[in-house]
């Protein structure tokens, strides 16, 4: 055999037919783009449209143009305007996400190297039709799937489609043969072309090639609204109608009793608008705009906004090992020679010895020059590190050929001839049985090697056997065995687990959050990485093929003791996620390639990643991690859990804020009394004190041990028992504190005034004694900067309502005295402290 071009040299002849460019046009018009399909920006009108069907915001129209109705132009623009700033805030957010989300999106498509007209030229891969001739090289991304014609050496990287972690050989089909394409003959979509050459036919483009099948798997999988928004719909259902209907009743009752159908009307829309909740969604959009904001700047993209207060309540967090536990990047962390193991660790290299260079040496030399491959880039990165400045690094060798990797012989060798040598020199790596095999190893140095090779692959270390041969320049062999191997040693490759891991993995453990492995790799494989990264191996693992075998029942059954899930395949994904949902589990996925997308859009919460993460799974994920840290994965389940902490006190707040509002509404058809609030007066609290508290409340900090506490449960409700009770006890404190103030002032309008005060004064307290429901040796003292600006405006606004006296007559108050002053203070600190009582009592309960 003569000495033949080398492998990185080798060009696939060019192929004797391919596509015009009419044929291809036409196809391309018949078939549309080879490309997937991005969930469309929505329109302004569209988002408009979204946010004014809410309920309450169709009610505060509807309270609007009865302000018209009745010339109260000023009330009606004010509350308008305020409909007007929701919408626009939530506007905002959404184009900002839509935003970030097509910033990940590459800037262009790869391009693809096709036959057109009879030449080969470069197009954009989103113009490849069926029947496109396709080149294909190391390092190019397989833009269609392919049909194989030819092929030379050629491996292909698969992972971002199965999940499984190496290589996978491909061979050329027989044109003869008329039976399908097994999966060996195809090049997939999305697919890294890892070493060789080849040519191929495309037989699939865009929806229809395998990555679009997943793609538009998506599809059937409905979104479901959250437990919070359930019940946020349902509270605003039920309050509106019971509102309505008992402001119907009062105006009726008025009017028939004083005969004033005018007072009676405005006696129940005062009424209505202190039984209403427009709160809730404002509330709820506050918090949730927020939140995604707050995660935004944490390098977390919240695509479904909603999601964020749902991640406080996950359970289980299942996740992919490439890319998500591990980095997705090979490095040679073990050598081994001579019965000697050398771990290359942050050590300096002049301490190591000369032992292990050989081995690294011929394993560097057994590798292509420009490595795609990521065992082969790692291998070079070492050589580079550890062999540098020494004799053991040939930049100066001329390769003069070599035996690349095949179906028969897991193992390639690459020919060198050296400038002050006549011989050459060959280097081969491969399956360490491979190796021993061409070393034509004795049975007790074999079985000495294939015990190494055992514990170091338990360690989920990938291993590569390297050898050497010396041959005098002339004619080559025509196969590897030929040449006179000698064993040289074992190289230990391993995909390191982030730094990031092991830590965020014990606080999820610590928040009572079991976290599940699902992979595509070998057992021995998946086993060990769970050890590294922290995870509960008791239970063992679970393969797919054994997944197969079980029932719903008897999966339902291990999944209770399970975290390890291997040799899993993308429909199997989909099923464990959908079996740990019928358990009552509340699910969150992370996931970076096309085979996570179904089981992340089917998970309560799905988490992508977006560095190395493909646009299939950005679109069905929910959060999509900018920088790829697993440890803002748990940051983002601390801010669900801050979320939906804090909406419970804004939530106890609007109770205890709307009853003294109620009271002072009713009093005066109980009581024979003339109307103490007005409209006015109840847009001043609600346009100014309720929205403003949402802010307070979203700014405190999670409670001190709220993630050393178990999940809640899946079924918790926000307005549960224990936030109900609380906001009636304490909004019936600030009543009795509110009717005192207008009893002791004496008269309609000084009444009004003072009441009006304590009120004001009273929801400040109000605010303060909710900030936080820790014990006070455990609640976490900080300065709430929005609480104070808000406490400042509000103060501000009374001195205006009460001292300016055009203003004064608007809200139908007289001057306030010093002592009616301090009498309001007084009565709002009493409602305070009976605030925190409360809240005391609440908690020891």
């Given at each position: 055999?003569?000495?033949?071009?080398?492998?990185?040299?080798q060009?696939?002849?060019?192929?004797?037919?391919?596509?015009?460019?009419?044929?291809?046009?036409?196809?391309?018009?018949?078939?549309g783009?080879?490309?997937?399909?991005?969930?469309?920006?929505?329109?302004?009108?569209?988002?408009?449209?979204?946010?004014?069907?809410?309920?309450?915001?169709?009610?505060?129209?509807?309270?609007?143009?009865?302000?018209?109705a009745?010339?109260?132009?000023?009330?009606?623009?004010?509350?308008?305007?305020?409909?007007?700033?929701?919408?626009?805030?939530?506007?905002?957010?959404k184009?900002?996400?839509?935003?970030?989300?097509?910033?990940?999106?590459?800037?262009?498509?790869?391009?693809?190297?096709?036959?057109?007209?009879?030449?080969?030229?470069?197009?954009?891969?989103?113009?490849?039709?069926?029947?496109?001739?396709?080149?294909?090289?190391?390092?190019?991304?397989?833009?269609?799937?392919?049909?194989?014609?030819?092929?030379?050496?050629?491996?292909?990287?698969?992972?971002?489609?199965?999940?499984?972690?190496?290589?996978?050989?491909?061979?050329?089909?027989?044109?003869?043969?008329?039976?399908?394409?097994?999966a060996?003959?195809?090049?997939?979509?999305?697919?890294?072309?890892?070493?060789?050459?080849?040519?191929?036919?495309v037989?699939?483009?865009?929806?229809?090639?395998?990555?679009?099948?997943?793609?538009?798997?998506?599809?059937?999988?409905?979104?479901?609204?959250?437990?919070?928004?359930?019940?946020?719909?349902?509270?605003?259902?039920?309050?509106?109608?019971?509102?309505?209907?008992?402001?119907?009743?009062l105006?009726?009752?008025?009017?028939?009793?004083?005969?004033?159908?005018?007072?009676?009307?405005?006696?129940?829309?005062?009424?209505?608008?202190?039984?209403?909740?427009?709160?809730?969604?404002?509330?709820?959009?506050?918090?949730?705009?927020?939140?995604?904001?707050?995660?935004?700047?944490?390098?977390?993209?919240?695509?479904?906004?909603?999601?964020?207060?749902?991640?406080?309540?996950?359970?289980?967090l299942?996740?992919?090992?490439?890319?998500?536990?591990?980095?997705?990047?090979?490095?040679?962390?073990?050598?081994?020679?001579?019965?000697?193991?050398?771990?290359?660790?942050?050590?300096?290299?002049?301490?190591?010895?000369?032992?292990?260079?050989?081995?690294?040496?011929y394993?560097?030399?057994?590798?292509?020059?420009?490595?795609?491959?990521?065992?082969?880039?790692?291998?070079?990165?070492?050589?580079?590190?550890?062999?540098?400045?020494?004799?053991?690094?040939?930049?100066?060798?001329?390769?003069?050929?070599?035996?690349?990797?095949?179906?028969?012989?897991?193992?390639?060798?690459?020919?060198?001839?050296?400038?002050?040598?006549?011989?050459?020199?060959?280097?081969?790596?491969?399956?360490?049985?491979?190796?021993?095999?061409?070393?034509?190893?004795?049975?007790?140095?074999?079985a000495?090697?294939?015990?190494?090779?055992?514990?170091?692959?338990?360690?989920?270390l990938?291993?590569?056997?390297?050898?050497?041969?010396?041959?005098?320049?002339?004619?080559?062999?025509?196969?590897?065995?030929?040449?006179?191997?000698?064993?040289?040693g074992?190289?230990?490759?391993?995909?390191?687990?982030?730094?990031?891991?092991?830590?965020?993995?014990?606080?999820?453990?610590?928040?009572?959050?079991?976290?599940?492995?699902?992979?595509?790799?070998?057992?021995?494989?998946?086993?060990?990485?769970?050890?590294?990264?922290?995870?509960?191996?008791?239970?063992?693992?679970?393969?797919?093929a054994?997944?197969?075998?079980?029932?719903?029942?008897?999966?339902?059954?291990?999944?209770?003791?399970?975290?390890?899930?291997?040799?899993?395949?993308?429909?199997?994904?989909?099923?464990?996620?959908?079996?740990?949902?019928?358990?009552?589990?509340?699910?969150?996925?992370?996931?970076?390639?096309?085979?996570?997308?179904?089981?992340?859009?089917?998970?309560?919460?799905?988490?992508?990643?977006?560095?190395?993460?493909?646009?299939?799974?950005?679109?069905?994920?929910?959060?999509?991690?900018?920088?790829?840290?697993?440890?803002?994965?748990?940051?983002?389940?601390?801010?669900?859990?801050?979320?939906?902490?804090?909406?419970?006190?804004?939530?106890?707040?609007?109770?205890?804020?709307?009853l003294?509002?109620?009271?002072?509404?009713?009093?005066?058809?109980?009581?024979?009394?003339?109307?103490?609030?007005?409209?006015?007066?109840?847009?001043?609290?609600?346009?100014?004190?309720?929205?403003?508290?949402?802010i307070?409340?979203?700014?405190?900090?999670?409670?001190?041990?709220?993630?050393?506490?178990?999940?809640?449960?899946?079924?918790?409700?926000?307005?549960d028992?224990?936030?109900?009770?609380?906001?009636?006890?304490?909004?019936?404190?600030?009543?009795?504190?509110?009717?005192?103030?207008?009893?002791?002032?004496?008269?309609?309008?000084?009444?009004?005034?003072?009441?009006?005060a304590?009120?004001?004064?009273?929801?400040?307290?109000?605010?303060?004694?909710?900030?936080?429901?820790?014990?006070?040796?455990?609640?976490?003292?900080?300065?709430?900067?929005?609480?104070?600006?808000?406490?400042?405006?509000?103060?501000?606004?009374?001195?205006?309502?009460?001292?300016?006296?055009?203003?004064?007559?608007?809200?139908?108050?007289?001057?306030?005295?010093?002592?009616?002053?301090?009498?309001?203070?007084?009565?709002?600190?009493?409602?305070?402290?009976?605030?925190?009582?409360?809240?005391?009592?609440?908690?020891?309960?």
């Amino acid at each position: 055999m003569t000495p033949r071009p080398p492998n990185d040299a080798q060009q696939t002849p060019p192929p004797v037919q391919g596509l015009t460019a009419r044929e291809a046009d036409d196809r391309l018009r018949r078939d549309g783009p080879n490309e997937l399909p991005a969930a469309g920006r929505s329109g302004a009108l569209q988002l408009l449209w979204e946010v004014v069907r809410e309920p309450m915001f169709l009610l505060l129209v509807a309270c609007g143009a009865l302000y018209l109705a009745l010339g109260d132009r000023q009330e009606a623009l004010m509350l308008l305007g305020f409909v007007g700033v929701v919408i626009a805030m939530t506007f905002v957010q959404k184009r900002r996400s839509e935003a970030a989300l097509e910033a990940l999106r590459d800037l262009s498509s790869p391009r693809a190297l096709v036959l057109r007209d009879g030449t080969p030229r470069r197009v954009p891969g989103t113009q490849l039709v069926v029947g496109d001739m396709v080149l294909l090289a190391e390092g190019d991304r397989v833009p269609a799937d392919i049909e194989l014609l030819q092929a030379s050496y050629l491996t292909v990287d698969e992972s971002l489609l199965t999940g499984e972690s190496l290589p996978v050989l491909k061979q050329a089909r027989d044109p003869a043969d008329r039976t399908p394409a097994l999966a060996q003959q195809l090049c997939f979509s999305g697919s890294l072309v890892t070493q060789g050459t080849a040519q191929g036919r495309v037989v699939a483009t865009g929806t229809r090639s395998a990555l679009g099948r997943i793609g538009a798997s998506l599809g059937a999988i409905a979104l479901d609204d959250t437990p919070l928004q359930r019940e946020t719909a349902r509270v605003v259902r039920r309050v509106a109608l019971a509102g309505a209907s008992i402001a119907l009743i009062l105006a009726v009752g008025w009017a028939v009793s004083r005969g004033d159908w005018l007072s009676g009307l405005l006696a129940g829309l005062t009424l209505a608008m202190a039984i209403l909740p427009e709160e809730l969604p404002v509330v709820l959009t506050i918090f949730l705009g927020l939140g995604a904001w707050r995660l935004s700047q944490q390098q977390v993209l919240t695509r479904r906004i909603p999601a964020v207060e749902l991640l406080g309540a996950t359970t289980v967090l299942c996740v992919d090992k490439t890319g998500t536990l591990t980095r997705n990047q090979m490095v040679v962390r073990w050598l081994w020679v001579d019965g000697q193991r050398f771990e290359l660790t942050g050590q300096d290299v002049a301490t190591m010895g000369h032992e292990f260079h050989p081995v690294l040496e011929y394993a560097v030399l057994s590798s292509h020059r420009r490595a795609f491959d990521p065992m082969e880039a790692a291998i070079a990165s070492a050589g580079e590190h550890w062999l540098k400045g020494s004799e053991h690094l040939h930049a100066d060798w001329r390769l003069v050929s070599d035996y690349p990797l095949s179906r028969e012989l897991l193992a390639m060798s690459r020919v060198w001839q050296s400038p002050d040598q006549r011989a050459w020199v060959v280097a081969a790596k491969g399956a360490p049985e491979a190796v021993v095999d061409l070393c034509h190893l004795p049975p007790a140095e074999r079985a000495r090697v294939a015990q190494e090779v055992a514990a170091l692959a338990a360690r989920g270390l990938r291993v590569l056997g390297v050898a050497r041969a010396a041959f005098a320049a002339g004619e080559l062999p025509p196969l590897q065995h030929d040449f006179e191997f000698e064993f040289v040693g074992l190289v230990a490759l391993e995909d390191p687990v982030r730094d990031d891991v092991p830590a965020a993995i014990a606080e999820c453990r610590a928040a009572g959050i079991r976290v599940a492995m699902i992979t595509g790799d070998h057992p021995a494989t998946a086993l060990a990485i769970a050890r590294q990264a922290g995870l509960d191996v008791a239970g063992g693992p679970l393969t797919g093929a054994e997944l197969d075998e079980l029932d719903d029942d008897a999966l339902a059954a291990r999944l209770s003791r399970t975290q390890v899930f291997c040799r899993v395949r993308p429909e199997q994904k989909l099923r464990l996620v959908q079996a740990l949902r019928a358990r009552g589990d509340v699910v969150a996925m992370t996931g970076d390639g096309v085979n996570d997308a179904p089981a992340l859009k089917a998970a309560h919460i799905g988490v992508a990643m977006g560095g190395r993460g493909t646009d299939v799974a950005r679109e069905a994920a929910d959060l999509v991690l900018l920088n790829d840290e697993f440890s803002a994965l748990v940051t983002t389940i601390r801010y669900g859990r801050r979320v939906f902490a804090n909406l419970r006190k804004a939530m106890a707040f609007v109770l205890a804020a709307h009853l003294p509002i109620i009271g002072l509404a009713l009093a005066p058809l109980l009581l024979g009394w003339p109307l103490i609030l007005m409209p006015a007066h109840i847009l001043f609290l609600q346009l100014v004190i309720d929205p403003a508290c949402s802010i307070v409340f979203e700014a405190e900090p999670l409670e001190a041990g709220a993630m050393r506490a178990p999940p809640r449960r899946p079924d918790a409700r926000l307005f549960d028992t224990a936030l109900l009770r609380l906001g009636l006890l304490q909004g019936a404190g600030l009543l009795a504190a509110v009717l005192a103030g207008y009893l002791q002032a004496g008269g309609a309008d000084a009444g009004r005034t003072l009441a009006f005060a304590v009120l004001v004064l009273g929801n400040l307290g109000l605010i303060q004694a909710n900030r936080s429901w820790a014990r006070r040796g455990e609640a976490k003292r900080t300065v709430n900067q929005a609480f104070r600006w808000i406490s400042l405006g509000a103060a501000a606004l009374l001195a205006l309502a009460v001292g300016v006296p055009a203003v004064a007559g608007l809200f139908k108050f007289t001057p306030l005295t010093p002592a009616g002053l301090g009498l309001a203070a007084l009565l709002a600190v009493l409602s305070w402290a009976w605030c925190r009582a409360v809240v005391g009592w609440q908690r020891a309960g």
